[in-house]
């Protein structure tokens, strides 16, 4: 009875240790890079809170999604409600050219990381993904 107490012990273990794996690979978490229109080749926008969209990848630099941004065009509060509208997202990841300070402030109280850079958007998320 005991050997098979050990033995049931042994794969209920082995069980809570896979799918504490998978969990831990759902949890990876998104990229965000905001953008002035939907291609993967684009440049980065400059501006975070009034990028027109933002293309989310998986941690493997696969497009999951191109958002239309919908505070782009706010005139006031636009990087706290994108930054809201990404955590809703489930981004752990942000990169744009520039980041205002209320838009800073209210991604790292989303325990979200966000990074400033140049380039196109695609080499942006590989470099992300290449980062971690």
């Given at each position: 009875m005991?050997?098979?107490?050990t033995?049931?012990?042994g794969v209920l273990?082995a069980?809570?240790l ?7 690979g ?6 965000a ?5 939907r291609?993967t ?28 941004n919908?505070?782009?065009?706010a005139?006031r ?8 509208f990404?955590?809703?997202?489930k981004?752990t990841?942000v990169?744009a ?10 991604l790292?109280?989303?325990h979200?990381?966000y990074?400033e850079?140049q ?7 590989k470099g992300?993904?290449?980062?971690r």
């Open positions: 005991l050997h098979l107490q033995r049931l012990f273990l069980w809570l896979f799918a504490g794996i998978c969990a831990a759902e949890l990876d978490g998104k990229i890079v905001a953008a002035d229109g291609e080749n684009g440049q980065i926008s400059m501006e975070a809170g009034h990028a027109a969209y933002y293309l989310i990848f998986d941690m493997d630099g696969n497009l999951l999604e191109a958002a239309r919908p505070h782009a065009e005139a509060g636009a990087g706290r409600s994108t930054a809201h990404l955590a809703e997202k981004v990841v990169v050219g520039r980041f205002g300070p209320k838009m800073a402030a209210t790292r109280d989303a979200i990381k990074i850079k380039g196109s958007v695609i080499d942006a998320a992300v993904e290449h980062a």
